[in-house]
């Protein structure tokens, strides 16, 4: 009988089972169906932002070219197209800008000749010419549309994102369908996102655990939710290690100036990425999430090591310039800063006298903390010296010049600009100034632009300065030929 029961049981409980699974089973599917949906409306949100985004950089080049065509000539500089024309263009990969008068090219400029400016080139797409005439006066802007979408591209995987100039000659879509087409209404343009099957099947499968947790018990949901979380951050993650193994990072170095002399007193390290798929990416696409992330002490390793070697070049051509590396406030908080400091410029007592660390703003930083001032004081030791960059818009505040005894303050190029529309009225520059002689601070002033806001810093004492009128960032080796014309 005791086996008889067992059998039952066994029997009981695999009709139970087989229920279960089955009552499970069209849970699924009705699951499936929301998960579909919501992949979706994903994709379309997606879609719609690099869209907009797209827009946004197009009437920009727009409003520039129509700018250039008023100006004619004089929007032309020694045969080369006023720099001022690209202040409004940062954002916008473009290619190839021409101004030109009766069928006469007046001057032009080529994403060419600066390898560090950020554009693609004619593998991602087909061109989108942008042209505006006023007169006999025509200017036109060559853009490649699909390198607008660099910064979407890397924020979901393994999908096909796709900007389609519709007018061009044998446009075609490869590999899978698109789920999602949205045509702008403005432009003749529209973003195709394409999502393999298997994409979506494993969004679905993703919630699969949390699902699970329904039936069974809620520790699953505990263990299956934090695993999700993580593999979805690093697919961004693995990429930028990726990126330092195969060396597609490089610096980018933007002087900065003595206002009066135009003598160069140092450089400015930019981190740029050269990505192997995306080309070259706008810094807003990775160095916000990079200073967030655990891979920041590998960067700024890296970032120390290469200025290290390229200041070493260079001061063989000036012997005085100073290497700013922007450290965000957080690795204040880590010990293992000094000593990538060290291993990069030496351990000799004046190691770093080269060297300004200029903290960038985007966080709080508590500097009052133990552990802060400790990093600070050892770096100090060294000969380091410290900048707030873009003072005024992030977290710096008069507490951070006591508490780390700040040499410089770096104004940012949104106080410039307002400085140039204000005229002779008071302004917040004006009051920083004060201030900076008050505490014994430098001052170093970014973003100059135009002739009159370098005359306005000027008259308001400033003597240090960064921005396009001067140089745009370039790399080491055209650094390294502007020290040699500067020697001759």
Known sequence: MTESWDKLSGKLAAIYVLALVCCFAVYLAFDLQRSWSDSL???????????????????????????????????CRNGEVDRQLFSSLLNVPVDRVAISAGGTVLCDWTAERFPETASCGAELGSPMRILHTVGDVTAEARVYPACLLAPFSLTIEDIRLSLVNVKAPGVATEGPLPTVAIRSQSWPMKVEVAAPTSWMARRWMADL?????????????????????????????????????????????????????????GVEALMRWRHGKHGLLQPAAFIPWIERSALIHDTTSWVLQQAATD????????????????????????LRVVDAA?????????SLCRVMFELTEREAGD????????????????????????????????????????????????????????????????????MAREFGVGIIAEGIETERQLDRIRR??????QGFLFFRPMTVEATLDQLRLRTQ
């Open 209 to 265: 655990p949390v699902q699970v947790g329904l039936f069974t018990v809620f520790g699953a949901l505990i263990w299956f939710g934090p695993i999700a979380m993580l593999r979805r951050r690093l697919s961004v993650e693995g990429q930028v290690r990726t990126a330092l193994r195969r060396g597609e990072f490089f610096l980018t170095y933007l002087p900065t100036v003595e206002v009066d002399t135009g003598d160069w007193l």
């Open 367 to 434: 500097y009052a903390s133990p552990i802060v001032q400790q990093v600070v004081s050892r770096l100090r030791e060294r000969g380091a010296q410290f900048a707030l960059d873009d003072f005024g818009i992030g977290y710096s505040n008069l507490a951070s010049l006591n508490l780390l005894d700040i040499d410089f303050i770096k104004v940012d190029k949104s106080f410039v600009q307002e400085l140039e529309r204000r005229g002779t009225e008071p302004n917040v520059v004006d009051t920083i100034v004060v």
């Open 311 to 334: 200041l070493a070049r260079m001061n063989e051509l000036h012997g005085e310039l100073y290497v700013g590396i922007n450290l965000p406030p957080t690795q204040l908080n880590d």
């Open 41 to 75: 409306r994903r994709l379309d949100t997606h879609a719609t932002a690099a869209l907009k985004w797209s827009e946004k950089g197009l009437d920009a080049t727009t409003v520039a070219m129509s700018d250039a065509a008023k100006r004619g000539a004089l929007a």
């Open 460 to 465: 308001i004492g400033i003597r240090m300065a």
């Open 342 to 350: 060290l291993d990069a410029f030496g351990s000799d007592p004046l």
